[in-house]
């Protein structure tokens, strides 16, 4: 998937898998929860 591209739509989120950047950005955010950040 592009970079640009950030999340697919709403109805996938719970199937979208964060194999990126996204998850070292959550896990130092520390509220322990694999979130979406729009």
């Given at each position: 998937?592009?970079?640009?591209?950030?999340?697919p739509?709403?109805?996938?989120?719970?199937?979208?898998?964060?194999?990126?950047?996204?998850?070292?950005?959550?896990?130092?955010?520390g509220?322990?929860?694999?979130?979406?950040?729009?």
């Open positions: 998937m592009p970079r640009n591209v950030r999340h739509p709403l109805a996938s989120c719970s199937l979208w898998v964060y194999n990126r950047d996204d998850v070292a950005l959550l896990q130092r955010s509220d322990g929860k694999l979130m979406p950040l729009f």
